[in-house]
């Protein structure tokens, strides 16, 4: 049985959701003490790492999952086998469609992650019995809509030097999503191939635009993936 214990704002709360940094950003932010009780007899935590596959596209949908750490890549493959990096998921995103009976997409770590695995069957009958999960489900689907469609226009109408900081600048701002502070670190999730096939530019410009980045002391970047962003503002000045 789930030991519950009293949190901050005296309520019963199970432990593992007291500590869960994209419990109150995600869709358990929702959820009253009870139905968070409810819910956490199902679930189960696992760590992946970088590169294992979560969902091949056309797989029936069994579970979902919250993302808590880290980063996921999401992408189309054709019949031919040529692929496209189509999204990104982060913490604290739902990973999988409510509803659906497979996959449309196919899921891998982009970086080591840790997520809340989640019956398909245990959500989806909370979310009919919860008006504000439901509610809370559809505006982070919403969310997601919008992100895709400005992404549209990063790849449609910006330069290279612009898609290249926006991705950065993405990168940045959802890597952490409790980190406030005006800069950044992280390990760049994708290699410079899937980050050419994101932004539909070369290895060679990906790879130039970042050199200039650096140059111009926007990033610093150490081992070819380690970045430090010391100004965010500056960077998103660069998104154009």
């Not at 069994?62 to 496209?84: A, F, H, M, P, W």
């Not at 982060?90 to 469609?97: M, N, Q, S, V």
């Amino acid at each position: 049985m789930q030991t519950v214990r009293k949190d901050i704002h005296n309520s019963e709360v199970p432990v593992l959701c007291q500590s869960c940094e994209a419990r109150h950003q995600g869709i358990c932010g929702a959820l009253n003490p009870e139905q968070l009780l409810t819910l956490s007899k199902a679930t189960r935590r696992v760590r992946k790492d970088a590169g294992e596959e979560l969902m091949a596209d056309a797989m029936p949908i069994s579970s979902y999952s919250n993302v808590l750490r880290g980063v996921i890549k999401l992408t189309k493959v054709l019949e031919d086998g040529r692929q496209q990096v189509v999204g990104l998921q982060f913490a604290p995103d739902l990973l999988g469609r409510p509803f659906a009976s497979e996959s449309r997409v196919s899921v891998e770590a982009a970086s080591q992650v840790d997520l809340c695995v989640i019956p398909k069957q245990a959500l989806e009958a909370l979310m009919l019995d919860s008006a504000p999960l439901e509610h809370r489900v559809m505006m982070q689907a919403l969310r997601e809509l919008d992100e895709a469609r400005d992404w549209m226009v990063t790849l449609g109408r910006k330069t290279a030097a612009e898609k290249v900081a926006s991705f950065l600048f993405m990168i940045a701002s959802h890597i952490d999503p409790t980190d406030e502070e005006a800069r950044a670190k992280f390990d760049l999730p994708l290699s410079r191939s899937d980050i050419a096939d994101f932004l539909g530019l070369t290895i060679e410009t990906v790879s130039r635009q970042i050199s200039k980045l650096k140059a111009d002391g926007v990033i610093e970047i150490v081992n070819y993936r380690h970045v430090t962003v010391p100004d965010l503002a500056r960077l998103r000045v660069r998104c154009g």
